[in-house]
């Protein structure tokens, strides 16, 4: 069962936050449980900041793995209820997440986040925070590598180099058209990274970024400017 839920204890401070990171990042496991590649659902989940407005909304848009038709979109908007630390974005992003997930009525399947799962400084990005809260298989597709070395892969598409720590794999640098950046793809929680890139690949036939991550990016956007415009809007008399 899916728990959206948000921990009564949620973190206010880094200190506190570093201290749940340490606690939960225990909790991942990386066995490959998730629905196999194309099959079942995939679910893109976005974020975007009206920082202006002290506002955060989060999108989260289920298709069908098969044919990346849409089955159902949610959207939730919040306040900023967590300061910027870099490394501890999901303090500021899962709350809204867990609202979005709430309201769906499909089975996400697996959830593809717009940034890391084990590709994290702390082996812990919202991908892997987001799968242990709820139960979910989960990844992280980023557009860009963070602070980890990778080799360019080979032109053609579906072409990979690791993302190294090290000598540690903590993602791959995977082509989605050829000739064209990569995208950075980690496991989150019940995927492996191979499972990873082939979701990734399914999710890219046109173009670079997964489109799970596209119709998400546009409909958190289009989310907060209805919000944003809400807040700004002169109260209305009451009619009568």
């Given at each position: 069962m899916i728990d959206h839920r948000l921990p009564a204890d949620w973190p206010t401070d880094?200190?506190?936050?570093?201290?749940?990171?340490?606690?939960?990042?225990?909790?991942?496991?990386?066995?490959?449980?998730?629905?196999?590649?194309?099959?079942?659902?995939?679910?893109?989940?976005?974020v975007a900041y009206d920082d202006t407005r002290d506002l955060v909304a989060a999108a989260v848009v289920v298709l069908d793995a098969a044919t990346l038709d849409v089955v159902e979109e949610a959207t939730a908007v919040g306040a900023v209820a967590f300061p910027?630390?870099?490394?501890?974005?999901a303090f500021r992003e899962i709350p809204a997440v867990l609202a979005a997930l709430a309201r769906l009525g499909a089975d996400p399947g697996t959830v593809v986040c717009d940034g890391y799962g084990v590709a994290h400084p702390r082996r812990f990005g919202l991908a892997s925070h987001l799968g242990v809260l709820t139960g979910l298989p989960t990844m992280g597709v980023a557009k860009n590598p963070f602070t980890f070395a990778h080799a360019a892969p080979a032109a053609p598409r579906?072409?990979?180099?690791?993302?190294?720590?090290?000598?540690?794999?903590?993602?791959?640098a995977l082509r989605t058209r050829e000739g064209v950046k990569p995208v950075f793809v980690s496991a989150g929680h019940r995927v492996t990274l191979d499972q990873a890139c082939a979701h990734t690949l399914c999710l890219t036939p046109r173009y670079r970024l997964p489109e799970s991550t596209r119709r998400a990016d546009a409909l958190c956007r289009s989310a907060l400017r209805e919000a944003a415009g809400q807040r700004d809007s002169p109260p209305r008399e009451a009619a009568g």
């Open positions: 880094e200190a506190t936050a570093l201290a749940v990171q340490d606690e939960l990042r225990a909790r991942v496991v990386l066995d490959g449980s998730g629905p196999p590649p194309g099959t079942g659902h995939l679910t893109g989940v976005d910027y630390v870099p490394g501890l974005l579906g072409s990979v180099s690791p993302l190294l720590d090290g000598v540690e794999e903590v993602g791959r």
